[in-house]
């Protein structure tokens, strides 16, 4: 990059120029106010680096509470669009569980795949922990909560970070690095991680603490490398191709939670 002119600002330019539309002034008077005005050129620019560089900042930290309200506008207008239907659909709901509960017992139900819940083209968020992205469909997130002070609680598993304060509700705060990969989790690791954003789950008062918001994708069930089988790391329902990140299953996840279960730990 080019060194910037001393005169690069108008008002240094004019006042050099105005200086020399004046009376001949003796030598060393015309070398005083020439060094004077280089060094308010010195000083102004290094006036603006400054404001550029808090700009940059400051412009980074909006977008990631922009996309924070995104996201949270965009789930609480799920919810808006489904309460009608389900009021319409509730008596239907009923009959037909009634039916179900007389056809099957406990023991013979099984859980619905996250992918026939989802229908074809769904929404979802992208976030990031320690480097790894991590996604969560919109149906399935409670809101986003900025990190704030965390009470930590003990007796409980080494994954759950304590309970922060959100209006009048007790949050759970999961680490998410921690639960998700405790194999590569080290001192190294646990001091690198900034945790910014709360990522809630469904209805539930757990959520996953999360380093960086990327974006909400819109995928379709093609997108996604759907799990196979049942077993070890029910949360994880696939991994969404292109990305290649780990897709989860908020109801799993959370049943998982409840039961102080690792994302390794089998389910009884």
Sequence with gaps: MSKQSPFAREEVMEAYLDS????????????????????????????????????????????QEALAEKVTSLIETQKAETIESEKQEAHTETLVENQQ???????????????????FRFQALFFEVAGLTLAVPLTSLGGIHQIEKIGPLFGKPDWFMGVMLHRESKLSVVDSAKWVMPEKYDENLAQSLNYRYLIMLGESAWGLASEKLVNTVNLTTDDVKWRESTGKRPWLAGMVKEKMCALIDVEELISMLNKGLGSNDQTP
């Design 20 to 63: 020399l539309l004046k009376e001949p002034e003796a030598p060393e008077d015309v070398t005083a106010r020439t060094a004077k005005l280089l060094e308010q050129a010195s000083q102004q620019m290094a006036e603006t680096a400054l404001a550029s560089t808090a700009n940059v900042n400051e412009s980074l930290k909006n977008e």
């Design 101 to 119: 509960e007389t056809a099957l017992s406990r023991s013979e139900k099984t859980k619905i795949p996250l992918k026939d819940t989802l229908g």
